[in-house]
């Protein structure tokens, strides 16, 4: 499963373009983006849609099987949120809607998604709506599953993995890092056996885990699988926080390194727009870059377990819909989706710096260019 190809780790970096727009040729995204950037633009500007997103993240279950330390949807999370699952058929539900609205990739998260024993009857259902499927997975049931899902259809893996120190893993993930790593096996299993289908790695930046970054980096380009990070946001003020980087001078030069890496050819998948401004990030969360522009609400449609539409990820904001009571086509053309989405054009926000609103958005504006 060790690969050494250079042109490999384009190749799977390069796909990343399939999370927003779904679309592996080079030939067709062109002639897709020229097209829709114009029309993002226009929406943008005129302050309400044009066109549908691209883009779908579907929570398909709160439930988890990890506990890590900065998400609510950790098994120690307190309160807990809402843990029944929607019926396989609300799922569908939603997965038809967004694929009429003209979405092009879906991706299915949770919580945990694997916990849900309906999901490659969900994957096999979105490849028949013509959506690429996306998991995002902390991965540690994958070992179990990955050949079902390969059958399904499954294209593309997320697989989040914040350390390959086992301690650190537990510490920052609350699970055991051997059977995350049966996932990462898994999961080049499954790509080597089901192409075109993908896989790379999400990690979320920390104090405990910022100075093996570079290394964690360099062992996964052995398995030609490219790395992407997000820094740890402290949503919940009301606990005290133990993972913010506080050493600005270790975070510049840790960054620094990541992008001299990723210019000497190591998958990193980041802009480096979007990793030059951790260092700020993490010393004033919310001053965002003067040239940044949240496209979130634009592109991409977000729908919680419990089939709320959100209009970006961060949950800052309020619901604008819910998809057991009205249609998505409805709900993103209404009053109400377009009174937060000028909130966000506004940054009227969290004002987050997270992979699906900040990353996606700087995706989008330099795709193409």
């Given at each position: 499963?060790?690969?050494d190809?250079?042109?490999?780790?384009?190749?799977?970096?390069?796909?990343?373009?399939?999370?927003?727009?779904?679309e592996?040729?080079?030939?067709?995204l062109?002639?897709?983006?020229?097209t829709?950037?114009?029309?993002?633009?226009?929406?943008?500007?005129?302050?309400?849609?044009?066109?549908?997103?691209?883009?779908?993240?579907?929570?398909v279950?709160?439930?988890?099987?990890?506990?890590?330390?900065y998400?609510?949807?950790?098994?120690?999370?307190?309160?807990?949120?809402n843990?029944?699952?929607?019926?396989?058929?609300s799922?569908?539900?939603?997965?038809?809607?967004?694929?009429?609205?003209?979405?092009?990739?879906?991706?299915?998260?949770?919580?945990?998604?694997?916990?849900?024993?309906?999901?490659?009857?969900?994957i096999?259902?979105a490849?028949?709506q013509?959506?690429?499927?996306?998991l995002?997975t902390?991965?540690?049931?994958?070992?179990?599953?990955?050949?079902?899902?390969g059958?399904?259809?499954?294209?593309?893996?997320?697989?989040?993995?914040?350390?390959?120190?086992?301690?650190?893993y537990?510490?920052q993930?609350?699970?055991?890092?051997?059977?995350?790593?049966?996932?990462?096996?898994?999961?080049?299993?499954?790509?080597?056996?089901?192409?075109?289908?993908?896989?790379?790695?999400?990690?979320?930046?920390?104090?405990h885990?910022?100075?093996?970054?570079?290394?964690?980096?360099q062992?996964?380009?052995?398995?030609?699988?490219?790395?992407?990070?997000?820094?740890?946001h402290?949503?919940?003020?009301?606990?005290?926080d133990?993972?913010?980087?506080?050493?600005?001078?270790?975070?510049r030069?840790t960054?620094?390194?990541l992008?001299?890496?990723q210019?000497?050819?190591?998958?990193?998948?980041?802009?480096?727009?979007?990793l030059?401004?951790?260092?700020?990030?993490?010393?004033?969360?919310?001053?965002?870059?003067?040239?940044?522009?949240?496209?979130?609400?634009?592109?991409?449609?977000?729908?919680?377990?419990?089939?709320?539409?959100?209009?970006?990820?961060?949950w800052?904001?309020?619901?604008?819909?819910?998809?057991?009571?009205?249609?998505?086509?409805?709900v993103?053309?209404?009053?109400?989706?377009?009174?937060?989405r000028?909130?966000?054009r506004?940054?009227?926000?969290?004002?987050?710096?997270?992979?699906?609103?900040?990353?996606?958005?700087i995706?989008f504006?330099?795709?193409?260019?």
């Amino acid at each position: 499963m060790i690969q050494d190809s250079g042109v490999a780790f384009l190749d799977r970096i390069d796909e990343l373009g399939i999370t927003l727009f779904g679309e592996r040729d080079d030939t067709a995204l062109e002639s897709l983006l020229r097209t829709y950037k114009t029309q993002i633009y226009r929406s943008y500007e005129q302050d309400f849609p044009l066109v549908g997103p691209t883009y779908a993240l579907i929570k398909v279950t709160n439930r988890c099987n990890s506990g890590c330390s900065y998400c609510n949807h950790s098994i120690y999370a307190k309160p807990q949120l809402n843990l029944a699952d929607a019926s396989t058929e609300s799922i569908k539900k939603a997965i038809r809607e967004v694929a009429e609205l003209g979405v092009r990739s879906v991706n299915l998260s949770g919580g945990e998604p694997l916990l849900r024993p309906d999901l490659p009857d969900l994957i096999s259902y979105a490849c028949g709506q013509r959506l690429v499927s996306i998991l995002l997975t902390n991965g540690l049931t994958l070992s179990e599953r990955w050949e079902e899902l390969g059958k399904a259809g499954l294209s593309y893996i997320i697989f989040s993995l914040d350390s390959l120190d086992a301690e650190q893993y537990r510490r920052q993930r609350g699970a055991s890092f051997k059977q995350a790593w049966k996932g990462v096996e898994a999961a080049l299993l499954l790509r080597d056996k089901y192409p075109p289908a993908a896989v790379h790695i999400t990690t979320v930046v920390t104090r405990h885990n910022l100075a093996e970054l570079p290394d964690f980096v360099q062992k996964m380009a052995l398995y030609a699988v490219s790395v992407q990070f997000s820094p740890y946001h402290h949503f919940d003020t009301r606990v005290p926080d133990s993972n913010t980087p506080r050493d600005s001078t270790a975070v510049r030069e840790t960054i620094n390194e990541l992008i001299s890496l990723q210019e000497s050819g190591c998958p990193i998948a980041n802009s480096r727009a979007y990793l030059e401004h951790f260092p700020s990030f993490f010393e004033q969360p919310q001053v965002l870059p003067s040239w940044y522009r949240c496209y979130a609400a634009y592109v991409g449609v977000f729908i919680d377990a419990e089939l709320n539409v959100r209009p970006c990820w961060s949950w800052s904001l309020p619901i604008v819909g819910n998809l057991e009571q009205d249609e998505l086509r409805n709900v993103w053309y209404s009053s109400s989706f377009n009174q937060q989405r000028t909130r966000v054009r506004k940054l009227e926000c969290s004002r987050c710096w997270l992979l699906c609103t900040a990353e996606l958005s700087i995706r989008f504006m330099e795709w193409g260019q």
